[in-house]
Structure formats: structure tokens, C-alpha cells
């Protein structure tokens, strides 16, 4: 009696339980199963990651090849800050690639601001206050959600600094800001995230 077995043939099924893990600010985790076993249609020898920003500096895809056959998880890293990524999975044999998982999303997380505040300006209400206002920082540098500034003033004499500088914490997204009863000559106002 001979038993012949079909040739193999590139899966007809993705990999199953794609699920992605947000470790810093510039790395996913992306693990999967194997595709089922009835799917395979020959022993599977490498995996393919690809993934894609959905906004940012740089949206093009991009494609890990050759994951060995043993690999249930992969590390992505150098990634765009608090940028949500979508990514798939592809099995292969020695015949070819399977089809890809359903896309999977998830951001990386939050850092600190990559910019400063924009359009500072500082203006003298009287001989005792002064305004100070900006705009947050451009949407692609900011990493994250602002939650608040610093707004840093000292006083000068003799156009030198004198004692402790001040800190205000402001906790508005878009700020105009009253310093007051801060003598005749306030400067360097600085604004700080």
C-alpha cells in the first residue's frame, strides 16, 4: 500500500491571537499562536511582522522578515512616541507566505515633550505684573497629553538675577498668565514643561 501525502502549500490561515503590549514610549510587543494545524499545509519555517504608523514622521510600512518558526513574540523598537501603530503577522512554509492576521492597533506610550511651548510673548500690564503667553508645543512633539507648565520668573538688578527664581505651576492647556507683585523689573520669564 503506498500513502502519499499532498504537497505542501503556503497556509491558508493567519496566525491566530494577535495581541500587542505597549512597553515604553518607543517599543510594542507583538505576540501571536500559530495558525492552526490544519491550516498549515506544511510545516511552518518563519514568521513576518510588518507594522505602520497611523500618523506621524514617518508613516510607511515596514516588515520584519525571517522570525524563526519557533518565535511566538517579537519586540518592536525605535518607534514614534505616543504614535498608535497597527501591525500583522504572516506565517510562511517552504512554498510561500500565508495570508496576514487582521491588523492589530495600539499606541506607544507617553514621554516627556519633545519641543518647548510656542509663541511665547511677555507683556508689561503695569510696574507690577506682567502677562506671559504661548501655545503648546506643535501636536507631533508633544508625546503625550500636556497636563501643565511652569511658568519661571526671577527679578533682576542691575540686569543681573537676585535671589531664588520663582516657579508657577499652570495647569491649562493654552495659557495666558497674570505675574503680579513682582516689582518694578521682572525678567527672563521662562516657560518650561
Given at each position: 500500500?503506498?500513502?502519499?501525502s499532498p504537497?505542501p502549500?503556503?497556509?491558508?490561515a493567519?496566525p491566530?491571537?494577535?495581541?500587542?503590549v505597549?512597553?515604553?514610549?518607543?517599543s510594542?510587543k507583538?505576540?501571536w499562536v500559530?495558525p492552526?494545524?490544519?491550516?498549515?499545509?506544511?510545516?511552518i519555517?518563519?514568521?513576518?511582522?510588518?507594522?505602520?504608523?497611523?500618523?506621524?514622521?514617518d508613516t510607511?510600512r515596514?516588515?520584519?522578515?525571517?522570525?524563526?518558526?519557533?518565535?511566538?513574540?517579537?519586540l518592536?523598537e525605535?518607534?514614534e512616541?505616543w504614535?498608535?501603530?497597527?501591525v500583522?503577522?504572516r506565517?510562511?512554509?517552504?512554498?510561500g507566505?500565508?495570508?496576514e492576521s487582521?491588523?492589530?492597533?495600539?499606541?506607544?506610550?507617553?514621554?516627556?515633550?519633545?519641543?518647548?511651548p510656542?509663541?511665547?510673548e511677555v507683556e508689561a500690564?503695569?510696574s507690577t505684573?506682567?502677562?506671559?503667553?504661548?501655545k503648546?508645543?506643535?501636536q507631533?512633539?508633544?508625546?503625550?497629553?500636556?497636563?501643565?507648565?511652569?511658568?519661571?520668573?526671577s527679578?533682576?538688578?542691575?540686569g543681573?538675577?537676585?535671589g531664588q527664581?520663582?516657579?508657577?505651576?499652570?495647569?491649562?492647556p493654552e495659557a495666558?498668565?497674570?505675574i503680579e507683585?513682582?516689582t518694578?523689573?521682572?525678567?527672563?520669564?521662562?516657560?518650561?514643561l
Amino acid at each position: 500500500m503506498l500513502l502519499c501525502s499532498p504537497p505542501p502549500t503556503a497556509p491558508s490561515a493567519p496566525p491566530q491571537d494577535v495581541h500587542l503590549v505597549s512597553l515604553s514610549s518607543t517599543s510594542l510587543k507583538v505576540s501571536w499562536v500559530a495558525p492552526p494545524a490544519a491550516s498549515r499545509h506544511g510545516a511552518i519555517v518563519r514568521y513576518t511582522v510588518s507594522y505602520q504608523a497611523m500618523a506621524g514622521e514617518d508613516t510607511e510600512r515596514h516588515e520584519v522578515p525571517d522570525i524563526g518558526a519557533d518565535a511566538s513574540s517579537l519586540l518592536l523598537e525605535g518607534l514614534e512616541k505616543w504614535t498608535e501603530y497597527q501591525v500583522w503577522v504572516r506565517a510562511h512554509t517552504d512554498v510561500g507566505p500565508g495570508p496576514e492576521s487582521a491588523p492589530v492597533r495600539m499606541k506607544t506610550r507617553e514621554d516627556v515633550p519633545g519641543a518647548p511651548p510656542r509663541r511665547l510673548e511677555v507683556e508689561a500690564i503695569n510696574s507690577t505684573a506682567i502677562r506671559v503667553t504661548w501655545k503648546p508645543p506643535l501636536q507631533g512633539k508633544q508625546h503625550g497629553q500636556i497636563r501643565g507648565y511652569q511658568v519661571i520668573f526671577s527679578r533682576l538688578e542691575n540686569g543681573e538675577p537676585r535671589g531664588q527664581p520663582n516657579i508657577m505651576d499652570v495647569a491649562l492647556p493654552e495659557a495666558q498668565w497674570n505675574i503680579e507683585e513682582c516689582t518694578e523689573h521682572v525678567s527672563n520669564p521662562l516657560i518650561l514643561l
